[in-house]
C-alpha cells in the first residue's frame, strides 16, 4: 500500500485508460515532459484542461508514488499503469505488495 505522503510531489501526465505521458514534482513539470510524446503539444494544457469529463483517452492528471516517478526517471518504460487504492499511480512491485 502506498503511503498518502509518499505521492503528493510527484505528478504524471495520463491518457486516462492507456499510458503515462510526462512525470514530474509538479503539474508544469509532469507537462513540459509529456509534451515531447504527444502529436500536438502546443494544445496539451487545454486537452489536460478539458479532460475532466471522464472519457476514456482524455487527458489527465494524477499522482504518483515518488517509486514510480524515480523509476521512470531512471528510464523504466510501463506498458499502461496501475493505480493505487487513492487513484495514485503507482509500480507494479507497489502494486503486487497491496494484493
Same mark, same amino acid.
Given at each position: +500500500?502506498?503511503? &498518502?505522503?509518499?505521492?503528493?510531489?510527484?505528478?504524471?501526465? $495520463?491518457? /486516462?485508460?492507456?499510458?503515462?505521458?510526462?512525470?514530474? !514534482?509538479? $503539474?508544469?513539470?509532469?507537462? @513540459?515532459? @509529456?509534451?515531447?510524446?504527444?502529436? #500536438? %503539444?502546443?494544445?496539451?494544457?487545454? &486537452?489536460? @484542461? *478539458?479532460?475532466?469529463?471522464? !472519457? /476514456?483517452?482524455? +487527458?489527465?492528471? +494524477? #499522482?504518483?508514488?515518488?517509486?514510480?516517478?524515480?523509476?521512470? !526517471?531512471?528510464? @523504466?518504460?510501463?506498458? *499502461?499503469?496501475? &493505480?493505487?487504492?487513492?487513484?495514485? $499511480?503507482?509500480? %507494479?512491485?507497489?502494486?503486487?505488495?497491496?494484493?
Amino acid at each position: +500500500m502506498t503511503n &498518502e505522503n509518499d505521492h503528493t510531489d510527484y505528478t504524471v501526465v $495520463v491518457q /486516462d485508460g492507456y499510458a503515462v505521458f510526462g512525470v514530474g !514534482r509538479s $503539474v508544469a513539470d509532469a507537462i @513540459a515532459d @509529456a509534451k515531447q510524446w504527444v502529436d #500536438d %503539444p502546443d494544445v496539451l494544457e487545454a &486537452e489536460i @484542461a *478539458g479532460g475532466e469529463s471522464g !472519457r /476514456d483517452g482524455d +487527458m489527465i492528471m +494524477m #499522482d504518483c508514488s515518488k517509486k514510480y516517478y524515480e523509476a521512470v !526517471r531512471a528510464g @523504466a518504460d510501463y506498458d *499502461g499503469y496501475l &493505480e493505487d487504492e487513492n487513484g495514485c $499511480v503507482i509500480t %507494479p512491485e507497489e502494486y503486487d505488495k497491496q494484493q
